[in-house]
């Protein structure tokens, strides 16, 4: 079993891995924040608000858009991090080749089937992204689309409910604030 040192090294490790995957990307916001921000948002949001611990949830968050987003391997991940935290890390990642409809559908279904620790880093992400749209939509996203994406955000979070009263609860004060113009 590894011991707390081992598992604060994992999270490290998981944002050095991250910073380094996502380093040319930014954020879609008008200041264009460093894309590495959105990683680390979601594991403070889990650890300090969520109080969550177990550091395969915090290293899955840090590393939750590799996939997705850059070039990294489910077998990259697996071989730096183990079968358990690319495992997390899979389940959160949508399918590149569908169209974007088909796509936000289909992270509603895999919401309601996800792990334990897929559902808190889904949570996570959908708090992380509407606090996000809050503070500054992207560029170019109407009043239209940012409802949308509320929306839909809601829509995983309501199959993702039941792992974390507490993030739930922001989740749910966050979408109260859903813009209306
Ligand atoms: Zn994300």
Known sequence: MPGAKDDIGLV???????????????????KATPYINHPINLAEVLHTDGRVHDPIVIAAALLHDTIEDTKTTYDELRGAFGATVADVVIEVTDVKFLADESRKRLQVAKAGRASERARLVKLADKICNLRDILASPPAGWSL???????????????????????LERMFDRLYRQRPVG
Not at 12 to 30: E, L, N, T, Y
Not at 144 to 166: C, H, I, L, M, T
Request: zero cysteines.
């Open 12 to 30: 490290i490790r998981a944002a050095q891995f991250a910073a380094h995957k996502h380093k040319d990307q930014r954020r879609k916001d008008v």
């Open 144 to 166: 239209a689309r940012q409802q949308k994406y509320f929306d839909w955000a809601k829509q995983v979070v309501d199959q993702a409910r039941g792992v974390n009263p507490e």
